[in-house]
């Protein structure tokens, strides 16, 4: 059974930074696409980073140059540094392995939904 516990969520202001975990099991974490993944009130849930197993990245428009997907293998586990947070970052934030396409964007997600991370950002 794929399951996913994500982590490190907060309450910020606008311009701080915040370091989300997700740890991984039931898959070959190391062959695994991984992505975030966000959903504000009201909202659908929408893409935000990626990383292949190769460790090759992709982002939404929207968290370029401000947001860092990474991943530690050894520990089964995806990390996404969040720096100069924005009131419209504020959200559930959850991962998930993916399919990737010939962009190395997510095309499929592979497991379950976890309980997610909140990350609340104040202006």
């Known amino acids: 059974q794929v399951q996913f516990v994500e982590s490190g969520g907060g309450s910020v202001q606008s311009g701080g930074s915040l370091r989300l975990s997700c740890a991984a099991s039931?898959?070959?974490?190391?062959?695994?696409?991984l992505a975030w993944y966000r959903q504000a009130p009201g909202k659908q849930r929408e893409f935000v980073a990626v990383?292949?197993?190769?460790?090759?990245?992709n982002y939404a428009d929207s968290v370029k140059g401000r947001f860092t997907i990474s991943r530690d293998n050894a520990r089964n586990t995806v990390y996404l540094q969040m720096n100069s947070l924005k009131p419209e970052d504020t959200a559930v934030y959850y991962c998930n392995a993916v399919l990737l396409n010939v962009n190395y964007m997510p095309r499929q997600t592979l497991g379950s939904w976890g309980q997610g991370t909140q990350v609340t950002v104040s202006s």
């Open positions: 990383i292949s197993y190769g460790g090759r990245t």
């Open positions: 039931g898959i070959i974490f190391g062959a695994s696409a």
